[in-house]
């Protein structure tokens, strides 16, 4: 080797070793920004769960933003209404540990057919925002077409499409490079009842039901005498008999309700029918009153109110023969239950300020007229027609 060639060789070493280390500090850069290769995390290593306080998410010309305020999730589209903590946290964990499984370079001409596009259309990418407190943006993604796999021919119901298993994303400001994730990500869309705590209240031990409506006839009033005891109307007419099999449709209202969605704080109760409502009053075993405000039934929904008021008695009622040692158990056990009852009646009276979307197979139970709980009165037999005496002599 001479020494001419040496120096080329030299010069080629040079050049290789500088494109390597140009080409480690490019991966470096993608590895610290989060749009890695494949195997590494999309959001990075050094992506900060806890520093979330602030989740926008848009698509087309929807967006929801759900926020923390006091430390408390709440859905800003539903007048800070709380929010799903366990949805969320769900979320935002699977978001610090998504990988990429595949990196692609694609361009604009490309964005339609990913789903990634910005802006508005059905071809438009979902747009998530984490924001920290100061509403800086912590991490920024487009959501755009999920990847399809072919289902096994026993599992048809999948269609021909097959089943989600994974998504296209593209982190913002990198409109170059499109990866695939392991995760559809299919509830992450800006649909606010979806994002709801729908946690609600629970009656519990009924002694007395009142459904009061417009028309008078139709409204009635059912009472019992103990949690066992047989219901009856509370004045009832002398040709009314109550039918056990009916009564046992009313007797337990909204003992495990739930809602689909809950109505700005400003609604019109004219625009729902609740200015006009049917009334639903409820008295428990446990001294608690309950109202119900029943608007107009709109599609699958009833929109509904709710309040709470309770009479807890101040002090124990003795048991018969009630001895001396057993007193100061019964007393701690009675001031233990009464705690529990004041918790649940604050519990219940945090749902008064909403107006609620309450699937109709809860409500049109309890929305009985008076005479479909009455036992239906069969028509009595038509005399036989008597045959002429004339005829059978004959």
């Not at 430390?71 to 589209?77: G, L, M």
């Not at 800006?190 to 006839?217: G, N, Q, S, Y």
Request: charged share 30%; hydrophobic share 35%.
């Amino acid at each position: 080797m001479n020494r001419k060639q040496f120096a080329i060789l030299l010069v080629l070493l040079v050049v290789l070793g500088g494109a390597g280390l140009l080409l480690q500090r490019s991966r470096d850069t993608d590895a610290n920004s989060g749009a890695g290769g494949v195997g590494q995390k999309l959001l990075g290593d050094k992506f900060a769960v806890n520093d979330v306080t602030h989740i926008v998410i848009k698509h087309d010309t929807n967006e929801l933003n759900l926020v923390k305020k006091d430390d408390v999730w709440r859905v800003r589209e539903r007048n800070d209404y709380a929010a799903n903590f366990q949805e969320i946290g769900d979320f935002l964990l699977k978001a610090r540990d998504l990988k990429v499984v595949q990196k692609e370079q694609i361009g604009a001409s490309d964005m339609n057919r990913m789903e990634l596009a910005q802006g508005q259309g059905v071809k438009s990418g979902v747009l998530v925002d984490l924001k920290s407190k100061d509403e800086k943006s912590l991490q920024s993604l487009m959501l755009g077409k999920k990847h399809m796999r072919k289902a096994p021919p026993q599992q048809s119901q999948f269609g021909d499409e097959g089943f989600p298993d994974g998504r296209y994303v593209m982190l913002t400001g990198d409109t170059k490079n499109v990866m695939l994730i392991g995760d559809a990500l299919g509830n992450v869309e800006p649909k606010p009842e979806t994002w709801l705590k729908k946690d609600f209240f629970k009656v519990e031990r009924p002694k007395a039901i009142a459904v009061t409506f417009a028309e008078a006839t139709n409204s009635w009033k059912l009472v019992r005498d103990t949690d066992s005891g047989d219901w009856k109307f509370a004045q009832a007419k002398p040709e009314e008999k109550l039918d056990s099999a009916k009564v046992s449709g009313v007797s337990n209202p909204f003992s495990s309700p739930s809602f689909n969605d809950v109505l700005p704080l400003n609604v019109k109760p004219e625009e729902h029918g609740l200015d006009k409502p049917t009334m639903v009053t409820i008295e428990t075993f446990d001294d608690f009153t309950y109202t119900v405000k029943v608007g107009k039934k709109a599609g699958d929904d009833y929109p509904l109110t709710m309040s709470a008021v309770a009479n807890f008695p101040k002090e124990r009622v003795l048991a018969k023969d009630e001895k001396p040692e057993d007193k100061a158990k019964a007393d701690k056990a009675w001031q233990d239950r009464q705690k529990q009852l004041e918790e649940k009646l604050k519990q219940n009276q945090a749902f008064e300020k909403w107006a609620y979307l309450v699937p109709s197979y809860i409500v049109d139970p309890i929305l009985k007229e008076r005479k479909d709980l009455l036992v239906e009165k069969k028509d009595e037999p038509k005399p036989t027609a008597q045959v002429d005496s004339a005829e059978e002599k004959k």
